[in-house]
């Protein structure tokens, strides 16, 4: 059985990285898509990267000219895509390079919040982060037609970094400190990535394609609680100091550089979250598809604090 070749477009981020690992772990031959190729590629070693199973190429997402080149040069059929901003067609020409290159599937990194409305086509440009993905998602469908799949995580672990500053401190400034989330490690999402390239795209049970798949941390757990965990682990005693939507709007934009409408459609969803007491309402099936897919379970968010741990204290 020949070898397939599958690029990662955006490998120096934590889920792409993963995803590149992912593949690499089914035999695959590893297109590293990179805007900067000299960049290092978290998880990755020197070691690796000399076996030959891995390439890096320069590419840019918003370039449909440098996606094409980078295809056609390497001969890649598969390929793992993020939300690019800077695009004024939601990605449209890029995924138009891809597929005239000769890429026969493509793995999409989208969100959670798609699937709270339904359908890619049902999201309103009101909902700034869900709006932004499904648009792509819907140019995946016009040129790739099933041959694609959404992968629609909830919210990321990495998002505790937000706090890291005030851990260390001894104070984290919160504007809805019980709300609730999952935390999914960033390692899982792009493990599943990384078996949709190689294995082929998800099935329904009827055997037709799944265009898309939602991801799911394995606990739920408020953001006080989060912080409890981080404090732990850096050996602080963190006292949670709770603030107005304003004053967070502001840290989120000036400490953890989000963008306007990315944070306030984030404090959006934290206020949902802790005046709802629930967690998204999603169907029970999502918070095991990370192990139905890659056959382990996911990690919960104190092991992956644990393996981030120096990231926390640096």
Not at 26 to 51: C, W, Y
């Amino acid at each position: 059985m020949s070898t397939p070749t599958v690029i990662v477009f955006g490998p120096t981020g934590s889920v792409g990285s993963a995803a590149a690992l992912g593949a690499h772990k089914h035999n695959a031959k590893v297109i590293l898509a990179m805007r900067d190729t000299t960049k290092s590629i978290p998880g990755f070693t020197s070691e690796q990267e000399s076996t030959g199973n891995f390439e890096r190429v320069q590419a840019d997402l918003t370039s449909p000219e440098s996606i094409h080149n980078a295809v056609t040069k390497t001969g890649a059929k598969h390929a793992f895509i993020y939300l690019a901003f800077g695009t004024a067609d939601s990605m449209r020409a890029s995924i138009e390079a891809l597929k005239g290159a000769g890429i026969e599937t493509v793995v999409f990194l989208s969100s959670i919040s798609v699937s709270l409305h339904g359908d890619a086509d049902d999201v309103p440009p009101s909902d700034f982060i869900a709006f932004t993905h499904a648009q792509v998602e819907v140019n995946l469908r016009d040129v790739f037609g099933d041959d694609y799949v959404a992968v629609r995580p909830a919210f990321f672990a990495t998002n505790s970094f937000w706090w890291k500053s005030g851990a260390l401190k001894g104070e984290v400034k919160l504007a809805y400190p019980e709300a609730k989330f999952d935390f999914i490690a960033p390692e899982d999402i792009g493990s599943v990535a990384g078996t949709f390239l190689v294995k082929g795209l998800p099935a329904g049970e009827d055997g037709s394609k799944k265009n898309s798949v939602d991801l799911v941390g394995p606990e739920q757990m408020s953001i006080r609680e989060a912080v409890g965990v981080i404090g732990k682990a850096v050996g602080k005693e963190v006292k949670i100091t709770k603030i107005d939507e304003q004053e967070a709007l502001q840290d989120m934009i000036t400490a953890n550089g989000l963008p306007e409408p990315v944070a306030k459609t984030i404090l959006g969803q934290l206020r949902k979250q802790e005046e709802s007491g629930g967690f998204f309402g999603l169907p029970e099936e999502a918070s095991g598809n990370v192990q139905r897919y890659t056959g382990r379970p996911s990690l919960r968010f104190h092991e992956w604090v644990d393996l981030n741990k120096g990231k926390f204290l640096a």
